[in-house]
């Protein structure tokens, strides 16, 4: 606990900044099951068919008929949110598991590989950590074509480096360990031990960036939809959503405020229970 002075000449106690650490977590794990409610089942909190036009209805504000309002084609915008969130997440989740699981492969398997290979692999890997992930995932998009599948893809090439890092770098840790060392020594076949002993240590590493990793890849994905690379219309799906109501901004900002604040809080909210996973592994909460 700090203190503070008071006027009276008193003492008065403030709490420390740990309890706002300890809160925000929990508000963020919050956010996250709301978000994960909407993407499994959406029609539990929908109020409107996410397809449905009515044009006599388009460009409303929000209402009580139309909580976020209604966007060009007067389709309800709080319903195309609510039903893009399994679309954004889930391009997010796919992409990290994807790179998750190449990146324990590669970084594992280089980590134990010849100095040739593994030199030959760090150098690949150090390339395309030179450049932003969001720029990588469009150079793939243009070379592989637009679609949710192939955003997919881009968004775990763009994210497999950095786990292929880690992945490479604890399986040489793990491996000089004791528990290791010793189940050689009572003649556990090499492969075995690295199996049973090594590759878990180092997919636990991989799962707490992995939490991070997510809000990162959710981005990236709506970001290049956004673009107009990903799903097409009439698809629910917050970057496409986000791209459709930035030239009436001015005139119905809900269309794109309302997306884009979606976006924010889950982004925000991966990222802040990702680290708090990592602080807590590293022994720092």
Do not use: C, K
């Amino acid at each position: 606990m700090s203190v503070s002075p008071r006027l009276d000449g008193h003492v008065r106690t403030a709490p420390q900044a740990g309890v706002s650490r300890r809160v925000l977590p929990w508000a963020a794990l919050a956010v996250l099951a709301v978000v994960a409610t909407m993407a499994l089942f959406p029609q539990l909190i929908a109020t409107h068919d996410p397809l449905r036009t009515d044009v006599r209805a388009a460009l409303s504000p929000p209402s009580a008929s139309h909580l976020f309002g209604t966007d060009q084609s007067g389709r309800d915008v709080f319903s195309r949110v609510v039903h893009g969130a399994g679309r954004s997440v889930g391009i997010g989740l796919l992409a990290t598991a994807l790179a998750l699981v190449i990146g324990l492969v590669v970084g594992a398997l280089s980590g134990i590989a010849p100095r040739a290979i593994d030199a030959t692999v760090m150098r690949v890997t150090d390339v395309l950590l030179a450049f932003p992930e969001f720029l990588v995932a469009l150079v793939v998009v243009a070379v592989l074509g637009p679609g949710p599948t192939n955003v997919a893809i881009a968004v775990t090439i763009a994210a497999v480096p950095v786990y292929v890092r880690l992945a490479r770098v604890q399986t040489r840790s793990l491996s000089l360990a004791e528990h290791v060392e010793a189940a050689r020594i009572l003649g556990v076949p090499p492969m075995r031990a690295f199996i049973r002993h090594v590759v878990p240590g180092v997919l636990g590493s991989l799962s707490v960036l992995a939490t991070i990793g997510i809000g990162s890849s959710i981005l990236a994905a709506a970001g290049l939809s956004f673009l107009g690379l990903g799903p097409i219309e009439p698809s629910p799906e917050w970057g496409l959503m986000l791209s459709g109501g930035r030239n009436v901004l001015g005139t119905a900002w809900w269309i794109a405020v309302f997306p884009g604040v979606a976006i924010t809080l889950t982004v925000v909210s991966a990222t802040i229970v990702g680290r708090t996973l990592r602080a807590r592994a590293e022994g720092r909460a």
